[in-house]
C-alpha cells in the first residue's frame, strides 16, 4: 500500500483509480472477489475452533461453500490465506485511518496501535500462524504509516520541524515489531501489547515534541491508564491467582 499526506480529506493512504472492464468482466471479477472473502472468512472461523495443523483445504471449502479447486486455484496453499487475513486486515487499518481526517496527528498515532492490537485480539490464532506474514507487514508496511503521521505531526506543531520522520518511521516499526516477537514467542499477553507499544511510542517521540505536543502525549498516556486500571482485575483476584 502506498500511503500520502492526510492532511488531505480523500487523499490521506492513496486511493488509486478503477479500471474500466467490460460487464461480463465486471461479473467475474466480482464473483473472484466473492470467494475469495467467503475463503479469508471461513479460515477465520475455522481457527477460532480447529488447530492450524487440523486444518485442511476440503474444511475450509465446506464452510466456503466452494470448491477445493477454487481454494487451490485462487490461494495455492493456507498459508497464502493468512498472509491474505492480514492484508485484509491492513487495508481495514487503512481505511480507519482514511476516516479519520481531522482528528489530531498524535491521537492518530496512538490509534494506530490500537487498531492494529484490535486486529490481532479479532484473530489471534491467524496471526499466531503466520508470523512470516506479520513480520514481513511491519517491515514493509508500518514505516511508511509511521513516517506519514510523524510528518503531519511536524506540520500540525505536536512534534519538532526538525523531526527525521524517516528515522522516527523506522525506530515505530521496530518497536512494533519486537513487540509482535514477544507475543508470538509467547513473552508477551496480548492484553499487554497494545498498552506497551503505546508507551513505547510516547517514549520515541518525547525526544522530538514540542510543549503542545508534550500535553497531547502526557493526556493520551492518562487516558490509555484509566482504561487499563478499569478493565484491570480486581485486588482479590489478583491475590488468589498469585496465592
Known amino acids: 500500500m502506498r500511503f500520502h499526506d492526510a492532511r488531505h480529506a480523500g487523499a490521506g493512504f492513496g486511493i488509486a483509480a478503477m479500471p474500466s472492464h467490460t460487464p461480463k468482466t465486471c461479473r467475474r471479477e466480482s464473483a473472484k472477489t466473492w470467494r475469495r472473502e467467503a475463503i479469508v472468512?471461513?479460515?477465520?472461523?475455522?481457527?477460532?475452533?480447529?488447530?492450524?495443523?487440523?486444518?485442511?483445504?476440503?474444511?475450509?471449502?465446506?464452510?466456503?461453500?466452494?470448491s477445493p479447486a477454487t481454494v487451490f486455484n485462487l490461494f495455492g496453499t493456507k498459508a497464502a490465506i493468512l498472509d491474505a487475513v492480514i492484508a485484509r486486515d491492513a487495508e481495514a487499518v487503512r481505511r480507519q485511518l482514511l476516516e479519520q481526517d481531522g482528528v489530531d496527528s498524535l491521537d492518530q498515532m496512538f490509534d494506530v496501535v490500537r487498531?492494529?492490537?484490535?486486529?490481532?485480539?479479532?484473530?489471534?490464532?491467524?496471526?499466531?500462524?503466520?508470523?512470516?506474514?506479520?513480520?514481513?507487514?511491519?517491515?514493509?508496511?508500518?514505516?511508511?504509516?509511521?513516517?506519514?503521521?510523524?510528518?503531519?505531526?511536524?506540520?500540525?506543531?505536536?512534534?519538532?520541524?526538525?523531526?527525521?520522520?524517516?528515522?522516527?518511521?523506522?525506530?515505530?516499526?521496530?518497536?512494533?515489531?519486537?513487540?509482535?516477537?514477544?507475543w508470538l514467542g509467547g513473552a508477551l499477553p496480548l492484553d499487554r501489547l497494545e498498552d506497551d507499544v503505546a508507551?513505547?511510542?510516547?517514549?520515541?517521540?518525547?525526544?522530538?515534541?514540542?510543549a503542545k505536543g508534550r500535553r497531547r502525549i502526557?493526556?493520551?498516556?492518562?487516558?490509555?491508564?484509566?482504561?487499563?486500571?478499569?478493565?484491570?482485575?480486581?485486588?482479590?483476584?489478583?491475590?488468589?491467582?498469585?496465592?
Open 199 to 210: 508507551s513505547a511510542l510516547a517514549a520515541v517521540l518525547e525526544p522530538y515534541a514540542t
Open 115 to 182: 487498531l492494529l492490537a484490535d486486529c490481532r485480539r479479532a484473530n489471534p490464532a491467524v496471526y499466531a500462524n503466520a508470523p512470516g506474514a506479520e513480520l514481513r507487514a511491519c517491515a514493509e508496511l508500518q514505516p511508511l504509516i509511521w513516517r506519514r503521521l510523524a510528518r503531519r505531526a511536524a506540520f500540525d506543531g505536536n512534534l519538532s520541524a526538525e523531526v527525521d520522520d524517516a528515522r522516527i518511521g523506522r525506530a515505530l516499526a521496530f518497536i512494533h515489531t519486537g513487540a509482535l516477537a514477544h
Open 41 to 66: 472468512e471461513a479460515t477465520c472461523r475455522l481457527l477460532g475452533r480447529t488447530p492450524y495443523s487440523d486444518m485442511s483445504v476440503e474444511m475450509i471449502a465446506k464452510l466456503a461453500k466452494v
Open 218 to 243: 502526557a493526556a493520551r498516556l492518562a487516558g490509555e491508564t484509566r482504561q487499563a486500571a478499569r478493565t484491570a482485575a480486581p485486588a482479590h483476584v489478583l491475590e488468589a491467582a498469585l496465592a
